[in-house]
Nanobody
Framework: QLVESGGDLVHSGGSLRLSCVAS????????IGWFRQAPGKEREWVSC????????YFADSVKGRFIASRDNAKNTVYLQMSGLKPEDTANYFC????????????????????WGQGTQVTVRD
């Protein structure tokens, strides 16, 4: 099970840190993805942490503003978001892939085996 937290209402330019805690399994060797979905829109890939090269990758829309990280001791992954814009408003989900997760597979939701329930981020002008 994955449980996200940290979503909130902030103003443009603000920052938030989303957390995603795993229970029942260890995240250490999993590939991690972050996705978001706004009302009436398709689910959009945001970021991933590859378990092949250990690197983080980001969609162009958030590159330079978001940072993804993991704390294996806490079995938790994070998405640090800064410079938030109204278009970042969405329900944010973390996902875990027990198999290899190369950069090329990151945006495909079918790659992931576990999903959280989401946490709402709202950005107002």
């Amino acid at each position: 099970q994955l449980v996200e937290s940290g979503g909130d209402l902030v103003h443009s330019g603000g920052s938030l840190r989303l957390s995603c805690v795993a229970s029942g399994f260890t995240l250490n060797y999993f590939g991690i993805g972050w996705f978001r979905q706004a009302p009436g829109k398709e689910r959009e890939w945001v970021s991933c942490i590859s378990n092949i090269d250990g690197r983080t990758y980001f969609a162009d829309s958030v590159k330079g503003r978001f940072i993804a990280s993991r704390d294996n001791a806490k079995n938790t992954v994070y998405l640090q978001m800064s410079g938030l814009k109204p278009e970042d408003t969405a329900n944010y989900f973390c996902a875990a892939d027990k198999g290899p997760l190369p950069r090329s597979d990151c945006p495909d939701p079918r790659e992931y085996d576990y999903w959280g329930q989401g946490t709402q981020v709202t950005v107002r002008d």
